[in-house]
């Protein structure tokens, strides 16, 4: 299963991103889809998830900012981003889990998208 993220930019502080990310190959269901980041010589964090019931996750620090979406019809999950600050400057990764049509479970990683914050 592969993914392939966009949407990621260079935006003043206060902007607003939307960025998306597609998965394709032979996929049977998909479980978690989530968000994480990394920002230079820190660990990745998980920004948000949401899983096949619709439920999610917020890292406190986005919550009331952030708001991740799924289209199951296009195996696609965004992430909206508004109120942008400099430390929300990373590069952002997608991931997903799920079963493949020989049922065997997949995890897979986008390829990162690098989103930077201007202040």
């Known amino acids: 299963v592969q993914l392939q993220a966009s949407g990621g930019g260079l935006v003043h502080a206060g902007g607003s991103l939307r960025l998306s990310c597609a998965a394709s190959?032979?996929?049977?269901?998909?479980?978690?889809m989530g968000w994480y980041r990394q920002a230079s010589e820190k660990k990745r964090e998980l920004v948000a998830r949401?899983?096949?019931?619709?439920?999610?996750h917020y890292l406190d620090s986005v919550k009331g900012w952030f708001t991740i979406s799924r289209d199951n019809a296009k195996n696609t999950v965004y992430l909206q981003m508004k109120s942008l600050k400099p430390e929300d400057t990373a590069v952002y990764y997608c991931n997903v889990d799920g079963e493949d049509w020989s049922e065997a479970d997949f995890d897979s990683w986008g390829q990162g998208t690098l989103v930077t914050v201007s202040s």
């Open positions: 190959g032979s996929i049977f269901s998909i479980n978690v």
């Open positions: 949401i899983n096949s019931s619709g439920s999610t």
